[in-house]
């Protein structure tokens, strides 16, 4: 606003209020003189009298009223002049006192700062200063350095607390007390890790040890909390439920803030510290130093617990030789070597690190007696579970070390083992100081049974052991020896009660066995036998003579001999067939060998009779075969009417059930590939009834055509064989190809009962297929049979026609054992267009051998080749 | 119904027929010395199936790698003699498997599908 600015410097410059009531009086004089006498020039100037009236007078003109504004402008300068000078003197007044009144209280702080007394810098002064931020700085620094003091003394004696104490129950009080003392707490408790659960070990309030028992779950109540979270916790509010202890001088105080920390090692819990203070408020640097303690004391207390449970291995090696003194020599001087040790320990626990290492070696040592002991040794609680075994269970249980079994597994053990196993500990129990043994079977990794013994003895009562203490063998080859002592005998009864002569004789030709047979063979008494020579006995001088053949033949090459040998016996003659089986030492030396005789004699007999019988019957087959072979067409028989044709005719047997069938009448020619059913013998029989029937059937009449043949055959066959006729089941038939050829007219009459006719024309084949229907077999009732087809084909000079059984496409053998197939009939048939009759006669003769192989033949073969 | 179960050798087939677990099967390789003995046993076994109440639904397989003609006369009779069990009301299905090379044998079964009243499955396998 300049109005009112203009107003201010009004007041401040045209303030009369400076200027004193003297000097005001003899201002207006000089003002009125000086005046006066301007005037009194101007009316001089104009010549004019001076009086009032003039002075109006030359107020007139504007001249002299600027002139008497100049005058009084000059004098209002001067009031103006002398204020301005005023304000200033006043400001620099202002000034100096406060820079005078700063650096006093400057150098007040700075004093202060000498002295460090910080609390009292804040009283003095509220205006900002650099000095002060200094001030404030040094002071933040000096309080840190005070907490870091403050922590590093408390972490030296908790240290040394922890250094001092060694026993967990010394250091755990002695720690809380510390605890409490150092950070002005008044109660705590401190609690170990055990078993999962928080037990205090040790509570301390108001300056005395306390006896209280307490125990959380981790995860329970504010201590399980932390436990579970592995992180410290601070309240200052205390639960209503919360644990105090009354101090009995403060009445039931209750604390107002709350500190409970993990104890860790790296992220394991060890136990818990729980410390209370009347204070409702802590300073952070005490909870700094609570959480270093965490770790402190936790690395502590995994130590502490580690030299626990060394000295509690300790104990119970201890324990452990005075258990197996009862057993092992050995292991006596092993056990007073740990005695030593012991001794030495307890001795120094500086040197407990060195001793342990003499006790691991001493150990190593005691495994590895233990590993490699020919028996072990198990410790069963009363309630069966197993305390100890020795390590050298694995071994003998034929386990690799790592391997974790126990030698009396169920999983491993018979039925039957495992219930006397169950009996022997029922009786053990119940019996102290009693003893007992037991065999129970076992199973080897491998498989293998084992068959162990075990010695159990009651020593619930002994202090060392507390346990049914059972000491275990492998007795697999006690058993096994048993066993074959068992064997022996047992052959030697066999061979007592034998029907065949049983000798044995040492490589000097001495006879060091003779069974009961051998003495009645020979008329001699065993003891007359054995003892002697073979060659001084009076017997057949043939077997004397045999048995040193043999002798000699097995000292060469060791391999056992069968021969038969006719031998003179008090009853006649007999054949014997003589088994020489070498016998040899444990270290592959040649011992003896055994001789068995067996009678033979009638076995011979029956031999000879079924060899004479057989020869008649074959003779018989043979006779047969050559009535069969005469009726029969050859190949060269076909070949006076069809120069360039074959009969491949392969029998399974030496009569035949398959026959080629060839007639001529007048220009007509009659072929026909039969196959009856059967083979051998039975095929033969009925091949006879197929060849007449068809004679005669084409005797009678010229014009039937080769269906009409076929459906005469059938009835022929079924009239023959009497298969209209109820209850005959009659089965057999036949299964043909037959063609009717007409040279003149160069026509063929095909019919065909199931087999088929392949016509090659110029290296191309043409199949007719035959009717699926057999000849014979007795007729269905309710079944229309069918019809045989016929075809007339007319052919060319030169076509090839090939009829045959099923015998060759039935045939198996080749690489994967499969049948022979039409399709390679066909395959071979079609190969090259130029291929001669002459080529496939010696193509399906050699590929059918090579074909079957090894391969019993199946069918009787027959293919009949002709061309026209 | 006691169980047929003969193992089969290189003249003659396996046979199973075994009612009360439907197992009904002739495989392998059938070539008999003398057909009649070999099967008479079967064929009074199938008869005596009949007779004494078929299941509701017989499976028949056959699977055989060779059979002479004597043997397929003698299937016939059983392939017939199921035909009667077909007739009497019950469910009747012959499975007949064959190798992929080996048409003759389908050609059989087919002859044999063409001449009796039973349904037919063909069942193509290899080596």
């Known amino acids: 606003m300049p109005a009112k600015r203009i107003s201010k410097y009004i007041r401040d410059y045209l303030n009369f209020a400076l200027i004193k009531e003297h000097e005001k009086f003899f201002i207006t004089v000089f003002l009125m003189v000086i005046y006066l006498v301007i005037w009194a020039g101007f009316i001089d100037f104009m010549r004019l009298p001076f009086s009032m009236k003039t002075i109006v007078k030359i107020h007139t003109t504007w001249l002299v009223w600027l002139v008497d504004f100049l005058v009084a402008c000059v ?53 900002h200063s650099s000095l002060l931020d200094l001030a404030k700085n040094l002071m933040e620094t000096n309080q840190k350095e005070e907490a870091v003091k403050w922590i590093t003394k408390g972490k030296d004696i908790i240290n040394e607390v922890l250094r001092k104490y060694r026993k967990i129950d010394e250091l ?34 108001f300056n005395r040890q306390r006896f209280v028992k307490q125990e959380f779950e981790v995860g329970r109540g504010l201590v399980g909390q932390v436990a579970y979270e592995k992180a410290m916790i601070y309240r200052t509010e205390i639960p209503d439920d919360y644990f105090t202890v009354t101090s009995g001088l403060l009445n039931d105080v209750k604390p107002k803030s709350l500190l409970i920390l993990p104890l860790m090692q790296e992220d394991e819990l060890q136990g818990v510290v729980e410390v209370a203070f009347l204070q409702d408020h802590i300073p952070s640097y ?88 020919s028996e072990f040794i198990s410790i069963y609680n009363e309630d069966q579970q197993l305390v100890f075994e020795s390590p050298s269970v694995k071994r003998i249980l034929g386990y690799a070390d790592d391997e974790n079994i126990v030698g009396m597994d169920p999983e491993l053990m018979t039925p039957k083992g495992y219930k006397t196993i169950n009996k022997l500990f029922e009786y053990l129990k119940q019996t102290p100081g009693g003893e007992s043994v037991a065999q129970y079977a076992y199973l080897k990794k491998s498989g293998e049974k084992l068959f162990l013994e075990t010695k159990g003895k009651n ?45 044995r004789i ?64 008090p009853e006649g003659s007999k054949i014997m067939q003589i ?42 087959i043979n006779y047969a075969q050559r009535i069969q072979t005469s009726i029969l067409p050859d190949t060269s028989f076909i070949q006076r009417h069809f120069p360039r044709s074959f009969i491949f005719y392969r029998p399974k047997d030496v009569v035949s059930g398959d026959f080629p069938w060839f007639v001529k009448k007048d220009e007509t020619f009659y072929v026909a590939a039969v196959d009856c059913t059967g083979h051998g013998v039975p095929g033969a029989l009925l091949s006879f009834i197929g060849y007449f029937l068809l004679n005669n059937i084409v005797n009678i009449d010229d014009n039937f055509n080769a269906a009409k043949i076929l459906d005469l055959l059938h009835e022929g066959v079924r009239t023959t ?137 199946v069918d009787d073969v027959l293919l009949i080749g002709i061309e026209l | ?65 060779y059979f002479n003609t004597a043997s397929s006369k003698i299937i016939l009779d059983i392939l017939l003699k199921f035909e009667e069990i077909v007739e009497s009301g019950k469910n009747v299905r012959i499975i007949w498997h064959y190798h992929e090379e080996e048409e003759d044998m389908l050609e059989a079964g087919e002859e044999y599908a063409d001449i009796v009243e039973i349904p037919f499955e063909y069942e193509v396998y290899t080596d």
């Open chain 1, 579 to 620: 088994k020489a089986i070498p016998e040899h030492s444990e270290d592959n030396v040649l011992e003896s060998i055994l001789f068995v005789a067996h009678d033979m004699t009638e076995i011979k007999m029956i031999e000879q009779e079924i060899k004479e019988k057989n020869k008649k019957i074959s003779d018989s």
């Open chain 1, 286 to 373: 005490k909870l700094d130093f609570a959480e270093e303690l965490s770790s402190m004391i936790g690395r502590t207390i995994y130590a502490q617990k580690i030299n626990a449970r060394t000295e509690v291995l300790l104990k119970e090696s201890q324990e452990m030789t005075v258990t197996l003194q009862r057993n092992e020599e050995k292991l006596k001087e092993n056990a007073r070597e740990m005695m030593i040790a012991q001794e030495e320990l307890e001795q120094s626990n500086e040197l407990l690190e060195s001793k342990i290492q003499e006790v691991e070696n001493g150990q190593k040592r005691m495994v590895a007696l233990l590993t490699n002991a």
């Open chain 1, 506 to 569: 040492n490589t000097t030709g001495k006879l060091v066995y003779a069974n009961p047979v051998v003495s009645e063979f020979m008329g001699l008494s065993i003891q007359e036998i054995t003892k002697k020579r073979i060659n001084d006995l009076h017997i057949d001088e043939r077997f004397i003579e045999f048995i040193n053949n043999v002798l000699k033949e097995i000292k060469n090459n060791e391999e056992q001999i069968i021969d038969e040998l006719e031998i003179a016996a």
């Open chain 1, 721 to 857: 064989l009497k298969q209209n006729e109820e209850g005959n089941n009659g089965r057999d038939g036949m299964d043909l190809a037959l063609c009717k050829i007409n040279k003149e007219n160069k026509t063929i009459q095909y019919a065909g009962a199931h087999n088929p006719l392949y016509l090659l024309r110029k290296g191309k084949l043409i199949e007719y297929k035959g009717s699926r229907k057999g000849i014979g077999g007795k007729p269905l009732l309710k079944k229309k049979e069918k019809e045989f087809e016929n075809h007339e084909i007319a052919y060319e000079e030169g076509d090839k026609i090939f009829i045959f059984s099923d015998g060759l496409p039935d045939q198996l053998g080749g690489e994967r054992r499969r049948k022979y197939q039409s399709k390679r009939i066909r395959e071979a048939l079609t190969e090259r267009e130029d291929l001669s009759m002459a080529h496939f006669e010696r193509h399906f003769s050699s590929d059918f051998y090579e074909w079957m192989g090894k391969e019993k033949q």
């Open chain 1, 172 to 205: 755990s009080i002695e720690i809380i007390k510390a605890i409490i003392q150092y950070t002005d707490a008044i109660q705590g408790a401190f609690y170990l890790l055990e078993n999962d659960k928080l037990v205090s070990r040790a509570t301390y309030a």
């Open chain 2, 1 to 65: 119904m006691e169980v047929i179960n003969i193992q089969g050798t290189d003249d003659t087939p396996n046979v199973i027929l075994d009612k009360d677990n439907g197992k009904f099967e002739i495989s392998g390789r059938s070539l008999p010395e003398d057909v009649n003995q070999f099967y008479q046993p079967i064929l009074d076994w199938i008869d005596a199936y009949a007779e004494g109440g078929p299941n509701e639904e017989t499976r028949f397989n056959f699977k055989l790698e």
């Open chain 1, 459 to 503: 020593l619930l009562h002994d202090p060392a052991i507390k346990g049914i203490i059972f000491n275990t063998q492998d007795i697999t080859e006690r058993i096994r020896a048993e066993k074959e002592e068992r064997m022996k005998s047992r052959m030697q009864s066999l061979s007592e009660n034998s029907p065949d002569m049983i000798i």
């Open chain 1, 75 to 127: 004098s209002l300068g001067a009031v103006i002049f002398i204020n301005h000078d005023r304000n200033i003197k006043n400001k620099q007044k202002k000034e100096l006192a406060k820079l005078k009144s700063q650096l006093e209280s400057n150098h007040q702080v700075a004093e202060l700062i000498r002295k460090g007394e910080y609390n009292k810098i804040m009283h003095i002064t509220d205006h």
